[in-house]
């Protein structure tokens, strides 16, 4: 099992800026993509961006790219979302996933979440 444990939301002005943190623990070796998504009321849940854990290769969704950028540290066993240029369409509950293969938008083909934290962005 892996557990991921996210932080790092709150309430932000739009144009600010937030950096996610999602810490992993457990049988981090089985992990290969970890993925940052989100999901707003009413909305489905969403893919981001994802990282390759073995050699750092991000991906992004066109709504946040630019904007977003997504890291790790693997030596922490933590992976980050840095969110520049807010926008109040960007409020939603922000997850971390793991996965032990490759990059997939279904949010089902993760095994492993965080438990959200939630982003606000005040226009």
């Known amino acids: 099992q892996v557990q991921l444990v996210e932080s790092g939301g709150g309430l932000v002005q739009a144009g600010g800026s937030l950096r996610l943190s999602c810490a992993a623990s457990?049988?981090?070796?089985?992990?290969?993509?970890m993925g940052w998504f989100r999901q707003a009321p009413g909305k489905e849940r969403e893919l981001l961006a994802s990282i390759n854990w073995i050699d750092g290769r991000p991906s992004y969704a066109d709504s946040v790219k630019g904007r977003f950028t997504i890291s790790r540290d693997n030596a922490k066993n933590t992976v980050y979302l840095q969110m520049n240029s807010l926008r109040p369409e960007d409020t939603a509950v922000y997850y971390c996933?793991?996965?032990?293969?490759?990059?997939?938008?279904?949010?089902?083909?993760?095994?492993?979440w965080g438990q959200g934290t939630q982003v606000t962005v005040s226009s």
């Open positions: 457990g049988r981090t070796f089985t992990m290969y993509t």
């Open positions: 996933a793991a996965r032990p293969r490759g990059i997939v938008l279904d949010p089902s083909g993760y095994n492993y």
